[in-house]
């Protein structure tokens, strides 16, 4: 059974912390996502890498930054948190291959909180 | 570019009637589409996908959806509502084989079911 797995469900962290989330999954696929999710405006995609440390912004990469040393691993890290970034993160990894028509797999989430 | 609309951010049903959410797309080239659903509290789980191969896509929970090119729609429907099915649907779309490889999500519709 695929796998994506998201390091923490919750997390509570103060402004201006650094906060790491960590994504790993166990099916080999060369493309990672990491979205995050606000109510009424759906996922927004924030990083993707497509190789072990490349990477490439997404549509609202601005106080982020991602780490992917291993192949199944990306980092999500907020350099310095702050309220705004409070949301639910979601981590995604697929497939190039065609006949595997490019869909995503999901992890849980990590629903985190800035205070 | 990409682009998703879901019209209706809630739609509430009663048990055993139609569903019907609806979703148009642009893309500049032929797409791939997706439906998810995400249940509370977590990650979206593939419904179905549509991959150039039969317009009519069946997917899991009695669920399928219909491509029309000539209207750009990717409508999800069920024939009777169960109670099991209230939770978030987001339809999504990727540029054929040469576009960007993250997928591009409408805003979502919350589907309720009433007794």
């Known amino acids: 059974d695929v796998k994506v797995t998201q390091s923490s469900r919750y997390l509570v962290k103060r402004t201006g912390e650094k906060v790491f989330l960590e994504c790993v999954q166990d099916m080999d696929h060369e493309n990672m996502f990491w979205y995050r999710q606000d109510p009424g405006l759906g996922l927004r995609l924030i990083y993707f890498s497509y190789d072990v440390k490349m990477k490439e912004k997404g549509d609202i990469p601005e106080g982020y930054s991602v780490s992917r040393e291993k192949k199944e691993r990306f980092s999500l890290i907020l350099e310095s948190a702050s309220t705004n970034q409070t949301s639910m993160y979601l981590c995604a990894s697929s497939s190039n291959s065609f006949r595997l028509g490019y869909e995503q797999y999901f992890g849980p989430g990590t629903r985190l909180t800035v205070t | 570019a990409q682009s998703v609309t879901q019209l209706g951010s809630h739609v509430s049903v009663s048990e055993g009637a139609l569903v019907l959410l609806r979703c148009n797309y642009s893309s500049s080239v032929p797409p791939y589409l997706f439906w998810y659903v995400q249940y509370p509290n977590q990650g979206l789980q593939l419904l179905l996908k549509y991959t150039s191969a039969a317009t009519l896509v069946k997917g899991i929970n009695g669920f399928e959806a219909e491509f029309k090119k000539s209207e750009t729609s990717f409508h999800l429907t069920k024939p009777s509502a169960h109670m099991s099915d209230a939770a978030e649907y987001f339809c999504?779309?990727?540029?054929?084989?040469?576009?960007?490889?993250?997928?591009?999500f409408g805003s979502g519709t919350r589907l309720q079911v009433q007794p």
């Open positions: 999504a779309v990727k540029d054929g084989d040469t576009g960007r490889r993250a997928l591009t």
